[in-house]
């Protein structure tokens, strides 16, 4: 647990003000529950969210904790109807312009494009064109290098997630936070040049 808040604190410090907790293994949310509560008491106007969520009992017990959004690897209509009636944002994983058309139908706002390396800028652009209102944020396969995010806004994306290529095995390892923060301010300042 301690861990986790030196990570919501690293990046908030860094500028970040949106995370999306990753839902995996036994008892995750035990631990989504004391980082929310953390975040709500000691980092103002920080959302917390949470991810890899695959059903609509999962997103109902999240939401009950507290999660401002609900992101998952596909669309599930099930989880669409316990957002929607809650009116929590939530962002399904999509890979076809049949499931995006499916997921903005049932009110998603924000599709998720996963995963983003096997379809890469070119298929954002290339959906954008017929579809220019649909709002894209690609996950996994977006890394922290300029080249990279360039790519991904100027295909037309509203937004990135960061995971691994942000949040490192060896800072985690090592602890270092404070090359965590700066990290993280560089990236946000790479993406606020950029758009």
Known sequence: MALGKKVLRACYDGGARLMEFTARGDFAFEV??????????????????????????????????????????SLREDIAMVCNRRKVLWSPGCGSLTEINRAEELGC??????????YGPEFVKAIKGPQPWTKVMPTGGVTTEEPNLR????????????????????????????????????????IGKIK
């Open 151 to 190: 790519a991904w806004f100027n295909a037309g994306v509203t937004c990135v997630g960061m995971g691994s290529q942000l949040i490192g095995k060896e800072v985690l390892a090592g602890q270092d936070f404070a090359k965590l923060e700066n990290e993280v301010r560089r990236v946000l300042g790479t």
């Open 32 to 73: 989504f529950s004391e980082l929310n509560k953390f975040a709500i008491k000691e980092l103002p106007g920080m959302m917390m969210g949470v991810g890899s969520i695959t059903d609509a009992a999962a997103a109902s017990l999240f939401m009950q904790m507290g999660a401002n959004f609900v992101v998952t690897p």
């Open 109 to 118: 706002e924000i599709i998720k494009l996963f995963p983003g390396s096997t």
